[in-house]
């Protein structure tokens, strides 16, 4: 898929929540499972499988009921959660982009067996199938986001940032804050206590790279290159309440 429509869903899409339950056709599934042998990796080198499954390999009471479901398993190094996030949401948005819905399922869980099959460590699911309710905002006014000035210290690559601003995020938590100095974009992620981090730290680094997903398309359509130094905490102003996982150089 081309970046540009890739763009122009990032303003429009949103979580689909309700689905025609009949199965999608083999054709629509095979072009699903080819875009996810195309997903480009935030951080190389970390081995990841996704897999399409169905209704049926999923315990159902804490999802939503859709006909599909993709699984993500991955190895547990260094980043993993964010560039899961990353990745991801690029199928999130291949999806809105051909007419179906999607709905990240932080809470689900595939069935024992999927689950014993994998060697790496199961990390989160995304629902899909054909939508029975809007696929998209009618009016960008729809996104109930935190204000711009609310997720970065100064008016600046504001383009950029807006694709961030609107990105999906667990229980729409935006956990996202950046620190620009110069043509470098500290990346912060809320900082929680203890009691909600045992749920919420592994989603909020599933957020990250997420907006890291839109800010590196929104970077494309800008014509601008973006390089990612993730792990490396070179941040000097880390605003109270926040924790850095990197920077983001834009040229
Ligand atoms: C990591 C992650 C986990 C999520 N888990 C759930 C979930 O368990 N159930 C659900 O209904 N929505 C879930 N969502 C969807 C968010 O609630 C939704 O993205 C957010 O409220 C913003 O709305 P939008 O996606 O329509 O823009 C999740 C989103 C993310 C990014």
Excluded at 110 to 117: F, G, Q
Aim: neutral net charge; hydrophobic residues 40%; glycine residues 6%.
């Amino acid at each position: 898929m081309d970046n540009a429509k890739f763009y122009e869903t990032i303003y429009k899409r949103k979580s689909v929540r309700k689905y025609d339950m009949n199965s999608l056709d083999d054709k629509t599934l095979d072009d699903v499972k080819g875009f996810i042998s195309k997903i480009d990796p935030l951080i190389p080198g970390i081995k990841t499988d996704l897999q399409v499954i169905s209704q049926n390999d999923v315990k159902s009471f804490m999802s939503i009921k859709a006909p599909h479901y993709v699984v993500v398993f991955s190895e547990n190094k260094e980043g993993y959660l964010t560039n899961i996030g990353f990745m991801l949401q690029q199928l999130d948005l291949y999806l809105s982009a051909n007419g179906l819905g999607a709905c990240w399922q932080g809470m689900a869980k595939p069935a024992k067996d999927i689950v014993s099959k994998s060697e790496l460590e199961f990390v989160i699911m995304l629902a899909f199938g054909k939508p029975a309710e809007n696929l998209y905002r009618s009016d960008r006014s729809e996104f109930k986001r935190n204000s711009i000035d609310a997720i970065r210290n100064k008016a600046d690559f504001d383009e950029l940032l807006e694709s961030v601003r609107i990105a999906p995020s667990a229980t729409n938590s935006q956990p996202w804050h950046f620190d620009i100095e110069g043509n470098k974009l500290y990346v912060n992620c809320i900082k929680l206590n203890p009691i909600k981090a045992l749920i919420m730290e592994k989603m909020n680094k599933i957020d990250m790279g997420i907006g890291l997903c839109h800010l590196s398309i929104a970077a494309k359509h800008l014509g601008k290159n973006v390089n990612f130094s993730l792990g490396e905490s070179s941040a000097q102003n880390v605003p109270k309440g926040y924790f850095n996982i990197g920077h983001v150089e834009i040229n």
